[in-house]
């Protein structure tokens, strides 16, 4: 038997195809699975989508708020009042309580702000949907914000503030971004113990109260339900809910470049190896080039990518690499590189991924790299739509910023019809190397050659965490 198996194997060989040579089918249409969208009377948005594959339902509320929006001196308050609208518990249900009723039916309701939006979600079996659905409600419209609980957030809050510069890789991106937006900017301050003991219980209810009203929130459910009964069930919890007919739209915080190049070191002397960002200012989704902007991501970054073959396999500089243009919804994202590489390889390492970028500018794509990037671009977006609870995620975002229903067939199109000439266009007209911000993160004594092989001016970035009130 053995004996087979070995006589076998290089008849195997002979027939096995190089990834290259590989063909496959072309892929599948997307279409968007029927939905239904209408507006109650107090202004609540409500997407439905029907899927009776499993005896599940979920849902999520998208709540237009953020943590850009809090005051500079109260950093953390909107994460506070995120977490403890569902740890703190309801008017009606303690926190134990809630706790109890939803682990009983295998349920979970959660809530938490970000950076430009809030969210309430729940998931449960069908057959407990009319109970869940009603716990999820009294989250959404009345939380007790117990004292306990919000104790108990900030304690967990300042735990990962005493422990955040334990992952280099954490310092590089938190420092890059205060580099890039400014450390005062709502897209990079970060929560310091000063500003979460000047929130209150007032401050979080005051924010709470500020920005949730049915008139400011999209909802949106998938699942094993009917929709009419769905509808009335809505109508039933939520429909009594009173909008705010004095909500304006908050204005958003300007955003500029901080730092217009420059290189930057955070000295780590226990690493063996830095962790590396370079980039600068990039752009938002409804760009006109956004498409092919992407396509160019594709050329520089993944398996296959120029980054990859040039800078980790050919000159074995990194352990990993990556470049993209990663951009926003409503404002500007980054254009960004970097990896992690040997104390002793940060330099080269830096001026190889520069020179990728710059023949971006200098020479375009050849047709196989275009073909490629191309090919993995549209290959993901289909993932897009794995399963209906991200089709309707992708439409309620679309909403919510204010992009059209059909954006991502937009943007599939013109991946399709981008050229190599675009791709070298696109380089030249944003990318902008004088530009590009370096931040390392790495033992400074063991990088050899030294940061001023790239700059004159090396510059220190401190990372110290300040002493907490009363402990100086």
């Known amino acids: 038997m053995l004996v087979a198996l070995w006589v076998g194997l290089p008849a195997m060989a002979a027939t096995a195809k190089h990834y290259t040579q590989l063909e496959f089918a072309p892929l599948p249409e997307v279409k968007l699975p029927k939905y239904e969208r209408f507006v109650m009377k107090n202004g609540l948005v ?63 309701v959660e809530t938490g702000i970000n950076t430009t939006s809030g969210s309430a979600s729940f998931n449960a079996l069908s057959e ?18 117990d004292p306990q609980q919000l104790e108990l957030a900030k304690t967990q809050i300042r735990g990962g503030i005493a422990r955040r510069n334990d992952d280099p890789e954490s310092v590089a991106e938190r420092e890059f971004q205060k580099l890039i937006y400014g450390g005062d900017s709502p897209y990079a301050r970060t929560v310091e113990y000063a500003t979460l003991d000047n929130i209150s219980r007032d401050d979080v209810v005051g924010f709470y109260q500020q920005y949730f009203y049915p008139n400011n929130i999209i909802l949106g459910i998938v699942g094993d339900f009917e929709a009419k009964e769905m509808r009335s069930l809505i109508e039933k919890h939520l429909g009594d809910w009173q909008p705010n007919p004095n909500l304006a739209k908050p204005s958003l915080p300007a955003v500029s470049q901080a730092k217009q190049g420059g290189v930057f070191v955070a000295s780590l002397p ?7 960002q370079i980039g600068h200012l990039g752009g938002k ?35 990993t690499v990556y ?27 830096i001026q190889a991924v520069r020179t990728e970028i710059e023949r971006l500018q200098a020479e375009p794509v050849t047709l196989a790299e ?22 309707l995620s992708r439409l309620m975002r679309y909403e919510y ?44 004594g063991a990088i050899n050659p030294p940061l001023t092989a790239l700059s004159t001016q090396v510059t220190p970035v401190d990372i110290a965490i300040p002493t907490p009130v009363g402990m100086k």
């Not at 226990?270 to 590396?276: A, E, G, I, P």
């Not at 970054?301 to 980790?312: E, H």
């Open 46 to 108: 409500v997407y439905l989508l029907e899927d009776r594959e499993l005896p599940l339902v979920g849902g999520t509320a998208l709540v237009r708020t953020g943590d850009r929006l809090e005051p500079a001196d109260k950093i953390g308050l909107a994460g506070l009042t995120g977490t403890v609208m569902r740890s703190g518990g309801t008017t009606k249900h303690p926190s134990q309580k809630l706790n109890q009723l939803l682990e009983q039916r295998a349920a979970t």
């Open 128 to 145: 407990d949907l009319s109970a869940v659905f009603e716990l999820f409600s009294e989250v959404l419209r009345s939380p007790r914000f």
């Open 270 to 276: 226990q690493l063996t190896q830095s962790y590396v």
């Open 285 to 319: 989704f409804d760009s006109p080039d956004y498409a092919a902007l992407d396509v160019l991501s594709g050329v520089l970054n993944g398996f296959g990518g120029r980054l990859f073959n040039s800078v980790r396999s050919r000159q074995g500089l990194a352990y």
């Open 323 to 349: 470049g993209l243009w990663s951009a926003k919804y409503d404002y500007p994202g980054i254009f960004l590189a970097g990896g992690q590489t040997r104390s002793d390889a940060t330099v080269p390492f």
């Open 370 to 391: 275009l073909s490629f990037a191309k090919d993995s671009v549209l290959n993901s977006f289909v993932f897009n739509f794995a399963d209906p609870t991200q089709t």
């Open 401 to 444: 910023y204010g992009y059209p229903a059909d954006f991502i067939f937009r943007y599939q199109r013109g991946v399709e019809a981008t050229t190599a000439a675009d791709v070298q266009r696109v380089a030249k007209t944003y990318l902008k190397p004088e530009q590009l911000v370096t931040m390392v993160v790495g033992n400074a």
